[in-house]
């Protein structure tokens, strides 16, 4: 089961409007650096509902999908 | 030429429909309809944190507090209980207990819609949309597609990208013409792209109801009826001037539609065509009982749709009102006006004319009302009534009202009469919360 959990994200806008997610802070303050950007693609989550542009990230060694969402930034977090 | 039975001679009969042959018109066209399948509920189950939803019976409904309590979408495991669209909530309920009612949301709706119609562009600049969940695609004359079977490759593919992207499913009619490609995507459902090419016109497309052509509803499949018309092979064999003296112009049209040869083009995306007519229409909290209430709940719709017409510089020559009683009988009653207006004031006094002389509301209560400006003319050609000796102060006054409703909101300035009794009202309109916000 994963949750839908809206996060706050520090993201680099480039000159020709292409946004790139750097930091994701977490519901509790942790912050987590986007190592690297893997991919990028319009997607549905088909985990927890609602579709948006997914950056799949590697975030400390692990990958992870980050969704831009109608101007917000969500991930699908494991309960 | 094809061999068909007419039961009434007792002979076979040949007919040449042009559509199957190899130089007919439309010859070489490419045209998708796609058709986003149950997209409320679609949408409302692909936006669900609970994924288990797609194994359950969904349906998406109006308001109950505002008597808008009617199903409005249901997804297919809905559909196997045999929940309607339209029908009560309470008769659906009682049909599938286990139903899954879900509010509408038609922000999101419109965010899936317009989602839908960019993906769409990425095949064809001619993306013309029917509806929010339909729309035709025209790919004639794209790179390396000349054939229907081109056609079903991008159909396949689109409805791979709407899936993976969106969560949500289309189903994909593929034709040479508008019309069939429309009745492809409603033959097989949901999921589905299918191909209605000329070489299927005698097995599939001729014995199909002519009720599932394009613009072919209850009345006219009724009246088609009664003259032994059921099939679209039917009507494709009748003379079309016989067609017309029984459906009028649209005789002719469906003559061309059930052919196969109809021409009309894709509009390129963003192209609007000009409205022909303009309405709105309201179910009230409670039932229109007395001629004031009526008048009233006309008063608020003539302002609202006179404001559209002014803001599409355009003016009515006609009025058309449709009424639901309380019992759900629906019917439409309409008057032409001997000159051009766009002033509430006007479609108020002739809207209230044609109440009362269309319905008792003391016998029988009317549930909902609608009124709709018919026959639209642009605002600059003037036509002046004989009658009318206003000298243009009507116009004068709509201005300003425009104006300041431009600077303050819509509801910043309002009838008087409106002010009288705000609970009859309360109903939100094209956008504009008119009577809410009156404090």
């Not at chain 1, 989550?45 to 609602?50: L, R, Y």
């Not at chain 2, 002739?350 to 002389?357: D, K, P, W």
């Not at chain 2, 050609?381 to 431009?406: A, H, M, N």
Request: hydrophobic share 35%; aromatic share 10%.
């Amino acid at each position: 089961m994963r949750t839908k959990t809206y996060v706050k994200v520090t993201a680099i806008f480039d000159d020709i409007g292409n946004i790139f997610p750097k930091k994701i802070e977490w519901e509790d303050g942790t912050n987590y650096e986007v190592d690297k950007i893997i991919d990028i693609r319009p997607c549905a989550s088909t985990k927890c509902g609602g579709f948006g542009i997914r950056y799949t990230c590697g975030i400390r060694g692990k990958e992870a999908f980050l969704f831009f969402e109608d101007n917000r930034w969500f991930v699908e977090r494991k309960d | 030429m094809s061999r068909t039975f007419d039961e009434k001679t007792q002979n076979t009969k040949e007919f040449f429909c042009p559509y199957t042959s190899n130089h007919g018109i439309n010859r070489g066209r490419v045209v998708l309809h796609a058709d986003l399948n149950n997209f409320f509920a679609s949408v409302e189950c692909a936006n669900s944190p609970d994924r288990s939803i797609f194994s359950k019976p969904v349906a998406v409904c109006g308001n109950i507090e505002m008597r808008h309590g009617i199903i409005l979408a249901k997804n297919e495991k809905a559909k196997l209980y045999g929940v309607k669209t339209g029908e009560k909530i309470s008769d659906a309920k009682k049909k599938c207990p286990s139903l899954i009612l879900m509010g509408a949301h038609y922000d999101l709706y419109m965010r899936y819609s317009r989602a839908a119609r960019k993906i769409y562009q990425r095949y064809t600049d001619r993306v013309e949309p029917f509806g929010m969940d339909e729309a035709w695609l025209e790919l004639t004359g794209n790179d390396g597609i000349c054939t229907v079977e081109d056609g079903k490759r991008v159909a396949d593919e689109i409805r791979k990208v709407l899936k993976e992207e969106l969560g949500i499913t289309a189903s994909v009619g593929v034709s040479d013409n508008k019309i069939f490609a429309k009745l492809g995507s409603d033959y097989k459902k949901p999921d589905a792209t299918t191909v209605l090419a000329r070489d299927q016109y005698q097995n599939i497309i001729s014995p199909m109801p002519a009720s599932e052509i394009l613009y072919v509803g209850r009345s006219t499949a009724a009246r088609l009826r009664s003259y032994g018309i059921t099939t679209i092979g039917d009507v494709a064999r009748q003379n079309p001037h016989f067609l017309k003296s029984i459906l009028g112009k649209n005789g002719e049209a469906l003559y061309t539609y059930c052919r196969g040869e109809d021409t009309s083009p894709v509009a390129l995306f963003g192209e609007v065509p000009a409205a022909k007519s303009m309405g709105n229409s309201t179910t009230p909290p409670k039932d229109i009982s007395s001629f004031s209430d009526a008048k009233l709940i006309l008063s608020s719709l003539c302002d609202t749709v006179c404001s559209r017409l002014r803001a599409e510089n355009t003016k009515c020559r006609g009025i058309k009102m449709n009424f639901r009683d309380i019992n759900l009988c629906s019917f439409e009653r309409q008057i032409k006006l001997d000159f051009a207006t766009s002033s509430a004031r006007d479609l108020l006094a002739f809207s209230c004319r044609l109440l009362a002389e269309s319905v008792d509301l003391e016998k029988t209560p009317l549930r909902s009302m609608g009124i709709c400006a018919i026959d639209l003319v642009p605002a600059d050609i003037p036509q002046i009534s004989l009658f009318e000796k206003d000298g243009g102060k009507k116009d004068v006054i709509d201005s300003t009202v425009d104006k300041l409703r431009l600077r303050f909101g819509f509801s910043c300035v309002s009838t008087a009469l409106t002010l009288c009794d705000r609970e009859k009202l309360g109903y939100i309109a094209r956008g504009y919360e008119v009577f809410t916000n009156l404090r």
